[in-house]
């Protein structure tokens, strides 16, 4: 999966578009229209939120390989959320996009077995096979060690598809935990250590199915990071909205210009809210996101020069 | 809630039924009443879950305090089990217990925030509450340090909710991070400070409503923990099953008989399997369930003297 990743990065971008929609991003008229055929209640709201992101695929599908949709934003409103989150998944897909799933899930075996399983894999029930949801690539969340993310690397191998382990989170407080030091170096480098080994199993093409996240707010951490694990893509939250800059993301990359996908959530969703992108006014807000796509990725590319 | 915990073990005993179904445990009799109603597809597997878990909670309710569904164990069928996770949560508050939703998640700042309202919380839409998920508790990450966490504990303050935070998981390889040492102590007792702090904001009586996990599998650790953490209570997973016996347990309770919750899930659930128990049948499988609680009572109870 990651070689089909680095395929559509050439063609396109290494932008992913955060889908992340929160209810105040949500344009007015766009919510009025949904309200009106389900009821202003949760119904409402996700039909709200599936219409939103459709719109706005629409509009950058071209421009970028991935979206990533962050699967608490759908969560919260309980089934109906994921029923969105869902379609929003397979409508992605149907798009020709790749679909990061943002769930950060993390058990002990058995358990993240299962986590793997209905995201980027099957069960099979009466000798059929059957799909929970089908995101390309999904978040893990290393806590509990191997135990927790063998099993993701398993079905991985078995699938085609691919992972990205927390190692570096963009967050204010990521260090009280990430930056202890310990045998003389910081625990996310101990991680970034464990990612490398994890991925030296799971190779497609030049990268590793086992890639990691590590945040743009952290520049001189990804610059470390980025040796450590050669042969893994890093996902990179935290530009934009967060205060990662263009300038910050040049150490994530290779000198091939891969291994890295950068994420913007919404600083694309809901560029129509900022006053650069106002004059595209709520009723065009996708328009306003194809517009902050452009600008982003010529930040980039003015960055890696 | 800790404190409604509290009088509730007093009143019942010290453990928690893991509500963990995976395919395998589901007796042949009521998978095929389910095929026969629903196909044999996701959603008759997902309905003979929720008839599985509602014949069990019936026959141990009045045993024990509270369940703990491990939602993987639901997400991996997609949105039918997902649906069945959320028949079960309700089901078992309508039975007088407290559930313990065993989530594991934790993420940034605001999308930790989207899943503490989704699971212990609510949306406000059109001036109404709407709430996702209805645990009592959940489980919660804490890789990411306090902007994780503190959403979570927002929503436990307004809500009267808890959460139980990873500390030292049950599993073979949680000490990969967990006990690595930093400034002369292990990780694991990082967290457990940090436990310890957190939870000094949100006291509901002699307890914190901010618990920790600690595995029974590890009983020297959880020794060193019951002191640093001494007013949050202790979900301790991996008795029987994963290894660990009642012996092991003592060092997790507190001097008052309180502080710890012990889970048992496929040596509860799953019972019936077992040659101790084969001689109820899986035609009455929740019988087995009802034996095992009450020997593991007994288990528990003999340790601490």
Redesign the interface.
Known sequence: MISKLAAKIKETSPIVVGL?P??KFLPEPLLEAS?KEFG???E??CDAIFNFNKRIVDAVCDLVPAVKP?I??Y?????P???AF?KTVKYCKEKGLIVIGDI?????????G??A???LGH?T??G?D????EEDFATV????????VKPFIDVCKAEDKGIFI?VK??????????D????GRP?YE??GE?VAKWGEDCMDGDYSNVGAVVGATYPEMGKVLRKIMPKSFILV?GYGAQGGKGADLVHFFNDDGLGAIINSSRGIIAAYKEEKYAKFGAEHFEEASRAAVLDMKEDIASALG
């Open positions: 992340d929160q209810l309200f202003e209640n949760p409402g709201v962050q608490a934003m969560e919260v409103f309980g089934i959320g994921l029923i869902d950060k899930r993390g058990d002990i075996g058995s358990t993240s299962a986590y399983q209905g995201h069960v029930i009466g059929k059957y799909r929970g949801f969340n290393p806590y509990l060690g191997s135990d927790g927390l989170t963009s967050n204010p407080s990521s260090g009280e935990l990430q202890r030091v310990s045998d625990i101990w991680m464990m939250p």
